[in-house]
Protein backbone atom coordinates (compact mmCIF):
# COMPACT_ATOMS: atom_id res chain seq x y z
CA UNK A 1 0.00 0.00 0.00
CA UNK A 2 1.19 3.87 -0.86
CA UNK A 3 -0.73 5.21 1.36
CA UNK A 4 -1.69 7.62 -0.95
CA UNK A 5 -1.22 11.62 -1.53
CA UNK A 6 -3.18 14.29 -0.13
CA UNK A 7 -3.44 17.85 -0.55
CA UNK A 8 -2.76 20.29 1.97
CA UNK A 9 -4.49 23.60 1.25
CA UNK A 10 -2.73 26.94 2.01
CA UNK A 11 -4.92 29.59 2.60
CA UNK A 12 -3.72 33.26 0.62
CA UNK A 13 -1.40 31.09 -1.49
CA UNK A 14 -2.05 29.82 -5.12
CA UNK A 15 -0.17 27.02 -5.46
CA UNK A 16 -0.76 23.96 -4.15
CA UNK A 17 0.78 21.79 -1.02
CA UNK A 18 1.01 18.23 -1.47
CA UNK A 19 1.87 14.92 1.16
CA UNK A 20 3.04 11.46 0.98
CA UNK A 21 5.20 8.93 1.98
CA UNK A 22 7.95 7.31 -0.24
CA UNK A 23 6.09 4.73 -0.99
CA UNK A 24 3.64 6.84 -3.43
CA UNK A 25 6.14 8.96 -5.09
CA UNK A 26 9.61 6.73 -5.20
CA UNK A 27 8.71 4.29 -7.78
CA UNK A 28 7.80 6.49 -10.32
CA UNK A 29 7.87 10.83 -9.29
CA UNK A 30 7.72 11.70 -12.77
CA UNK A 31 3.94 10.09 -12.76
CA UNK A 32 3.57 11.56 -9.02
CA UNK A 33 4.75 14.93 -10.32
CA UNK A 34 2.37 15.04 -13.54
CA UNK A 35 -1.02 14.03 -11.98
CA UNK A 36 -0.51 16.93 -9.31
CA UNK A 37 0.62 19.28 -11.84
CA UNK A 38 3.80 19.58 -9.14
CA UNK A 39 6.93 20.77 -10.13
CA UNK A 40 9.56 19.87 -7.35
CA UNK A 41 9.56 17.28 -4.15
CA UNK A 42 10.96 17.77 -1.34
CA UNK A 43 12.37 14.60 0.15
CA UNK A 44 12.96 13.84 3.91
CA UNK A 45 14.02 10.33 4.06
CA UNK A 46 17.64 9.33 5.01
CA UNK A 47 18.98 7.68 2.06
CA UNK A 48 19.38 4.54 3.89
CA UNK A 49 15.33 4.36 3.99
CA UNK A 50 15.68 4.35 0.06
CA UNK A 51 18.39 2.15 -0.69
CA UNK A 52 18.08 -1.30 -1.99
CA UNK A 53 14.16 -0.92 -2.78
CA UNK A 54 14.36 2.53 -4.73
CA UNK A 55 17.50 3.26 -5.92
CA UNK A 56 16.48 4.73 -9.04
CA UNK A 57 14.84 7.39 -7.20
CA UNK A 58 18.14 8.26 -4.96
CA UNK A 59 19.41 8.79 -8.66
CA UNK A 60 16.37 10.66 -9.74
CA UNK A 61 16.65 12.84 -6.71
CA UNK A 62 20.33 13.85 -7.26
CA UNK A 63 20.22 14.24 -11.11
CA UNK A 64 16.61 15.47 -11.70
CA UNK A 65 16.90 19.31 -10.97
CA UNK A 66 13.25 18.88 -9.44
CA UNK A 67 14.01 17.63 -5.95
CA UNK A 68 15.72 19.40 -2.65
CA UNK A 69 16.78 16.33 -0.98
CA UNK A 70 16.50 17.22 3.21
CA UNK A 71 17.36 14.24 4.90
CA UNK A 72 15.59 14.10 8.20
CA UNK A 73 16.01 11.93 11.06
CA UNK A 74 12.61 9.88 11.68
CA UNK A 75 10.98 11.00 14.53
CA UNK A 76 12.79 14.12 14.66
CA UNK A 77 13.44 17.31 13.27
CA UNK A 78 16.52 19.67 12.37
CA UNK A 79 16.91 22.72 14.66
CA UNK A 80 14.92 25.83 12.94
CA UNK A 81 17.87 27.81 12.15
CA UNK A 82 18.90 25.06 9.59
CA UNK A 83 15.56 24.60 8.29
CA UNK A 84 14.10 27.43 7.96
CA UNK A 85 15.44 28.58 4.54
CA UNK A 86 14.08 25.36 3.09
CA UNK A 87 10.78 26.32 4.70
CA UNK A 88 10.81 29.73 3.24
CA UNK A 89 11.93 28.80 -0.20
CA UNK A 90 9.03 25.66 -0.56
CA UNK A 91 6.81 29.00 0.84
CA UNK A 92 7.66 30.89 -1.70
CA UNK A 93 7.26 28.32 -4.60
CA UNK A 94 3.31 27.64 -3.42
CA UNK A 95 3.03 31.45 -3.36
CA UNK A 96 3.78 32.11 -6.61
CA UNK A 97 1.36 29.30 -7.62
CA UNK A 98 3.91 26.17 -7.99
CA UNK A 99 2.90 22.84 -6.76
CA UNK A 100 5.04 20.89 -4.61
CA UNK A 101 5.28 17.68 -3.24
CA UNK A 102 6.31 16.82 0.73
CA UNK A 103 7.26 13.26 1.54
CA UNK A 104 9.10 11.11 4.22
CA UNK A 105 9.05 7.55 5.18
CA UNK A 106 4.89 8.11 5.42
CA UNK A 107 3.28 11.16 5.11
CA UNK A 108 2.59 11.63 8.83
CA UNK A 109 5.79 12.56 11.12
CA UNK A 110 7.99 14.86 9.13
CA UNK A 111 6.49 15.76 6.11
CA UNK A 112 2.87 16.38 8.23
CA UNK A 113 5.44 18.94 10.53
CA UNK A 114 6.74 20.16 7.50
CA UNK A 115 3.35 21.23 5.76
CA UNK A 116 2.05 22.29 9.39
CA UNK A 117 5.04 24.80 9.08
CA UNK A 118 3.94 26.28 6.13
CA UNK A 119 0.32 26.75 7.42
CA UNK A 120 2.10 28.24 10.38
CA UNK A 121 4.13 30.67 7.81
CA UNK A 122 0.50 31.27 6.14
CA UNK A 123 -0.55 32.88 9.54
CA UNK A 124 -2.18 29.81 11.39
CA UNK A 125 -1.66 29.43 15.17
CA UNK A 126 0.05 25.78 15.75
CA UNK A 127 -2.64 24.17 16.94
CA UNK A 128 -4.69 25.33 14.26
CA UNK A 129 -2.45 24.48 11.64
CA UNK A 130 -2.02 21.34 13.00
CA UNK A 131 -5.40 19.98 13.26
CA UNK A 132 -5.55 21.22 9.42
CA UNK A 133 -3.20 18.87 8.19
CA UNK A 134 -4.55 16.21 9.69
CA UNK A 135 -7.80 17.05 8.52
CA UNK A 136 -6.91 16.88 5.11
CA UNK A 137 -3.96 14.18 5.58
CA UNK A 138 -5.20 11.62 8.82
CA UNK A 139 -2.75 10.82 11.14
CA UNK A 140 -0.21 13.29 9.30
CA UNK A 141 1.75 16.16 12.16
CA UNK A 142 4.12 16.25 14.83
CA UNK A 143 4.49 13.05 16.01
CA UNK A 144 6.82 13.78 18.76
CA UNK A 145 7.93 16.72 21.14
CA UNK A 146 10.90 17.67 18.93
CA UNK A 147 8.57 18.27 16.02
CA UNK A 148 5.88 19.90 18.00
CA UNK A 149 8.94 22.10 18.93
CA UNK A 150 10.19 23.09 15.64
CA UNK A 151 6.63 24.71 15.26
CA UNK A 152 6.36 26.30 18.13
CA UNK A 153 9.35 28.21 17.68
CA UNK A 154 8.92 29.21 14.11
CA UNK A 155 5.48 30.56 15.49
CA UNK A 156 7.13 32.59 17.92
CA UNK A 157 9.67 33.66 15.88
CA UNK A 158 6.98 35.06 12.92
CA UNK A 159 5.29 36.44 16.00
CA UNK A 160 2.12 34.18 15.49
Not at 107 to 135: E, P
Amino acid sequence: MDGGIHEIPITGVTGRLWVCGKHRIAPNPEEVLSTTSATHVVCLVKEFELKDRFDEYIVWLRESGRATWAPTSDFGFDPLDRVLPLFESVFARVNVGESVIVHCGAGLGRAGTFASALCVMAGMAVDDAVAHVRRHRPGAGPEVGEQRAILEELAARLDR
